[in-house]
């Protein structure tokens, strides 16, 4: 019932740029911390950005200055915009949504969408 649903992704050159999409169903976003990862064949998922449910943002050194996450509360969607791509962006980009209330930690993770940046 709970879906996450990344979309955006595609193959790119470097220097462009690409709008991930993280859209929810079965659960609103509200009150949820949202993170987008990024894992690469043969190297750990990283954290590319997070916002809290208060709005707060943070953001991978390897990014900063180049991502903007964001949400629309009202099409219960996460974005990531990544601007001046390069290979090294390069990788499946996963969202994920977690809470803990009262004790309870819930969190879950959508299918990824592959972003590709060509030389």
């Known amino acids: 019932q709970v879906q996450l649903v990344e979309s955006g992704g595609g193959l790119v050159q470097s220097g462009g740029s690409l709008r991930l999409s993280c859209a929810a169903s079965?659960?609103?976003?509200?009150?949820?911390?949202v993170s987008w990862y990024r894992q690469a064949p043969g190297k750990q998922r990283d954290l590319v950005a997070a916002?809290?449910?208060?709005?707060?943002?943070r953001y991978a050194e390897s990014v900063r200055g180049r991502a903007t996450i964001s949400r629309d509360v009202a099409k219960n969607t996460v974005y990531l915009q990544m601007n001046s791509l390069k290979p090294d962006d390069t990788a499946v980009y996963s969202c994920?949504?977690?809470?803990?209330?009262?004790?309870?930690?819930?969190?879950?993770w959508g299918q990824g969408t592959q972003v590709t940046v060509s030389s």
């Open positions: 994920n949504a977690d809470r803990t209330l009262l004790g309870v930690h819930r969190d879950y």
């Open positions: 916002i809290t449910d208060l709005g707060t943002t």
């Open positions: 079965g659960i609103m976003l509200r009150g949820f911390d």
